[in-house]
């Protein structure tokens, strides 16, 4: 698909926020989520597919640092392998991170001094600007949150802002689903949750294999067949590298 590019560039840092409905179910799927045994990948699903729906994003990436500091991808917009290889490239998210502040790359073209690896690779994938911020839990940080735009001016200071509300939300709902016991600290615990990215993703191999499916649509088929069946993401991926279920072939039925 072809991008349409537009050089002007304005200044949207006092334009109002958009509408905050989309916002506003987020942090009540959240709050509702906190009350039981919760599919924390599907849930920050939904916050990234919020960030594109009410920002002007056209992808978005949330990765959380293991044990050794290093950020691994938790969720994303799209599970193509280019952008999975981009978001996880030395860059603004690892900046946020490590920094705990906000990372702001209006122009990756003119950004390969600072982001040598980053920059290029996000230029040639078709993307013009991009954002990073920090997942923020008290005075930690936990990883972060990329927001990648094929529009030199489609990002602007509301969309920084909005990509912090749903960074915190996520990091909530994280801190909860990581933290086994009251003196438990999220550093030692996030590999709980990134154990939950492994699985989803032997299964993502699983599915492609069998049938003629990209990454993306395999992924797809596992959080409908999750929907529709009324369990979590993380199970579902777990029956289908155990060969209990083949929800493609179920779905077929």
């Known amino acids: ?21 989309p916002l506003l179910r987020s942090l009540v799927r959240t709050v509702d989520s906190l009350a039981g045994d919760f599919d924390v990948v599907e849930q920050c699903q939904q916050l990234l597919e919020t960030c594109t729906e009410i920002t002007s994003a056209t992808d978005a990436g949330l990765l959380l640092a293991d044990q050794r500091g290093e950020l691994q991808v938790f969720a994303s917009t799209n599970e193509s392998l280019r952008l999975l290889e981009l978001l996880q490239r030395d860059g603004p998210s690892l900046h946020a991170y490590r920094h705990k502040t906000a990372v702001s790359v209006p122009d990756l073209r003119a950004a390969t001094d600072r982001w040598p690896g980053f920059a290029p690779a996000a230029a040639a994938a078709g993307y013009r600007c991009a954002y990073a911020v920090p ?8 990883g972060a949150l990329t927001i990648l735009a094929a529009s030199a001016t489609a990002l602007g200071q509301q969309d920084l802002r909005i990509g912090q509300i749903l960074a915190d939300i996520a990091a909530v ?21 990134l154990n939950s990215r492994v699985t989803i993703e032997q299964a993502k191999g699983v599915l492609v294999e069998r049938g003629d499916l990209d990454m993306d649509q395999a992924f797809q088929l596992m959080r409908e067949h999750a929907r529709a069946t009324g369990r979590r993401l993380t199970d579902i991926a777990g029956d289908i590298v155990e060969g209990r279920i083949d929800p493609g072939a179920e779905a077929a039925d």
């Open 1 to 21: 698909m072809a991008l349409a590019f537009d050089n002007r560039r304005h200044d949207r840092s006092s334009e109002p926020l958009p509408d905050s409905i």
């Open 135 to 142: 997942l923020r839990l008290h005075r930690d940080s936990i």
């Open 173 to 193: 709902g994280i801190a909860h689903h990581v933290l086994l016991a009251q003196d438990a600290t999220i550093q030692a615990q996030l590999p709980t949750a």
